[in-house]
């Protein structure tokens, strides 16, 4: 099968597309023959090795344990194993690979009691490549700010992949949206549900005004000290990346010495939630935002594009047609 490998980091031009062996389903694990994945910044980050930490996980000199990247993925269950119940071949899936990655290839074999689900009926398949990180990242985080009807909320990087799904399903679950974004994204923001968006550009986050019960730092650039000071007495900072120890420390402070959380961290990839983020998209309540799309074969070029940090919503590759 056709894959786009990586033996050494560096800068896009490292991914090349080369032929590699097929893989084979074990007892408990289902073969899916992928439609569509994305260039998405665990991707990068990792090709990269940025941070430094990344080398830890994946090889301190060339990566060794991954070398298919692809953290997210679409597609249709080609085959399974002996034990697998809860797929059947010809079944139309999505999935997060977790830390295994290995999307960015023609096939992906994946436990059945992985994040894996299936696809919504009113997606195609690059739609529905686009929401499991993103939208699992933005679910449980607010989740964790305990959201809910009547809640402020305030989603720092809008207009990204996980500030895109942060608005809409905020909205979802009742709360009054304020999205900060640049100008060229305003109106996606707004059309997003969002009831006010500032545009970073010409209106920077001030100590004074509104309190917010949630503020939902996407993209770790909001200015802490003065979200600490917009918080209710009771509110929730959260931190999709929080991995600047000087944050995580000042996060322990705060949490400390007030009522008030800063909480990071990783999340957990579960079958679970993409079942319930399928039933909100059946239901009209949440769409996949697409900036561009590239073939697979074009995998650096949608790197290079994507690590600039302004794309809207998602860059996804397409494996094949569907």
């Excluded at 309540?285 to 074009?298: A, C, G, H, T, V």
């Amino acid at each position: 099968m056709k894959a786009i490998i990586y033996e050494r980091y560096g800068p896009p031009n490292v991914l090349q597309l080369r032929e590699v062996a097929k893989p084979v389903p074990k007892e408990d694990e289902i073969l899916i023959k992928v439609y569509a994945t994305t260039a998405a910044t665990g991707d990068w980050r990792l090709r990269k090795a940025d941070p430094f930490l990344a080398r830890l996980f994946n090889g301190l000199w060339k990566p060794q344990r991954i070398r298919i990247l692809g953290f997210e993925l679409s597609g249709v269950v080609e085959s399974t194993g002996s034990g697998v119940t809860r797929f059947k071949p010809g079944d139309s899936v999505y999935a997060a690979c977790g830390n295994s990655f290995g999307a960015y290839a023609e096939y992906k074999c994946l436990p059945e009691t992985g994040a894996v689900a299936l696809k919504p009926v009113n997606m195609t398949f690059e739609e529905a490549a686009a929401v499991p990180v993103g939208a699992y990242t933005a679910l449980q985080f607010l989740r964790k700010g305990n959201i809910m009807r009547g809640r402020r909320v305030l989603v720092y990087g809008a207009s990204g992949s996980v500030g895109t799904y942060a608005v809409q399903l905020a909205k979802d679950f009742g709360a009054e949206v304020t999205g900060v974004c640049s100008t060229s994204n305003v109106e996606l923001v707004r059309s997003l549900g969002a009831d006010r968006v500032i545009d970073y550009t010409k209106e920077q986050l001030a100590e004074g005004g509104p309190a917010y019960d949630i503020i939902f730092d996407t993209v770790g650039k909001s200015p802490f000290k003065v979200c600490v000071k917009r918080l209710t007495r009771s509110g929730f900072y959260l931190h999709a990346l929080h991995v600047n120890p000087l944050l995580i420390v000042r996060g322990l402070m705060v949490n400390l010495i007030s009522g008030k959380k800063v909480i990071g961290g990783t999340m957990k990839e579960n079958a679970e939630d993409l079942t319930y983020l399928k039933e909100r998209i059946e239901a009209g309540k949440l769409r996949s935002i697409i900036d561009r799309r590239y073939p697979l074969e074009q995998a650096a070029e949608a790197h290079h594009y994507t690590e600039q940090g302004h794309k809207k919503g998602n860059v996804v590759l397409t494996v094949r047609q569907g």
